[in-house]
């Protein structure tokens, strides 16, 4: 079966961007994706995560939006940015509802504006936000 979550190209040192498609499981969530993110944290301390919900995106598996909650709780500081690109309002808003427990700064992006995430993504925080990271809409 082809992967659900790929590690994307534009993937560089702290920023990780990841590609989701069809409906993820939680096999999905636990062998391509918590992996490799709790790398990075380990490596980079904080880091930025951009994920990409190409057009057959169609959303999580019940375990997979278990195993997503609570990986958010635990990694909830451990977050600069986190990007989401595509999807459809219903997830948008569900992700921001997410992201208020995140510390970081919290964005979404159109399904054609990858570039656009990828560098807001990349961008350094200003001295001044990097102690009040607030969640932004």
Do not use: C
């Not at 993110?37 to 951009?50: P, T």
């Not at 958010?72 to 451990?78: L, Q």
């Not at 807001?120 to 102690?131: G, H, K, R, Y």
Request: net charge negative; aromatic share 12%.
């Amino acid at each position: 079966s082809p992967e659900m979550i790929d590690i994307h190209p534009e993937s560089q040192n702290e920023t990780l961007v990841i590609q989701a498609t069809g409906i993820l499981s939680a096999a999905d969530y636990e062998t391509r994706f918590q992996p490799i993110v709790e790398e990075l944290i380990s490596k980079y301390g904080k880091i930025n995560l951009v994920i990409y919900l190409d057009d057959l995106f169609e959303g999580w598996a019940l375990g997979a939006m278990w195993d997503d909650a609570k990986f958010g709780m635990k990694h909830r500081h451990d977050f600069k940015r986190v990007a989401v690109v595509g999807a459809q309002a219903w997830f948008k808003w569900a992700y921001e509802v997410g992201a208020k427990f995140l510390d970081g700064k919290f964005h979404t992006f159109d399904l054609d504006d990858l570039v656009g995430a990828v560098a807001w993504a990349n961008a350094p925080l200003p001295v001044s936000e990097e102690e009040t990271a607030a969640v932004e809409a």
